[in-house]
């Protein structure tokens, strides 16, 4: 089993930068990729950004590249999703996200089966 739980969303004005935490409880978590996805109401949740066990490879969603940052510590359990030059399009709840024993292509939901409650993101233009 692992709990995770994501914080640090808000409210910001457009070109702003808010930091999202993911703090992880549970089995060993260094050992899992974790992905964040967004969703906003009516729509489809969809794949923001990776980070791989060790934190050596990172990926992201054309939409965000070059705007957002993931990292992690895995000595802390925590994964972090930096963002900046914020749009009125990321408004969305985030949500982290870690495998079970499985695997998967790491931009699929349906390769994780842990999620955490969702932070609220919205940004005011």
């Known amino acids: 089993q692992v709990l995770l739980v994501e914080s640090g969303g808000g409210l910001v004005q457009a070109g702003g930068s808010l930091r999202l935490t993911c703090a992880a409880a549970?089995?060993?978590?260094?050992?899992?990729?974790v992905a964040w996805f967004r969703q906003t109401t009516g729509k489809e949740r969809e794949f923001v950004s990776a980070?791989?066990?060790?934190?050596?490879?990172?990926y992201y969603a054309d939409s965000v590249k070059g705007r957002f940052t993931i990292s992690r510590d895995n000595a802390k359990n925590t994964v972090w999703l930096q963002m900046s030059n914020l749009r009125s399009e990321d408004t969305a709840v985030y949500y982290c996200?870690?495998?079970?024993?499985?695997?998967?292509?790491?931009?699929?939901?349906?390769?994780?089966?842990?999620w955490g409650q969702g932070t609220q993101v919205t940004v005011s233009s």
């Open positions: 980070i791989s066990r060790s934190g050596d490879y990172t």
């Open positions: 996200a870690a495998p079970g024993g499985g695997s998967g292509d790491h931009f699929a939901q349906s390769t994780y089966e842990y």
């Open positions: 549970g089995r060993a978590f260094s050992t899992s990729t």
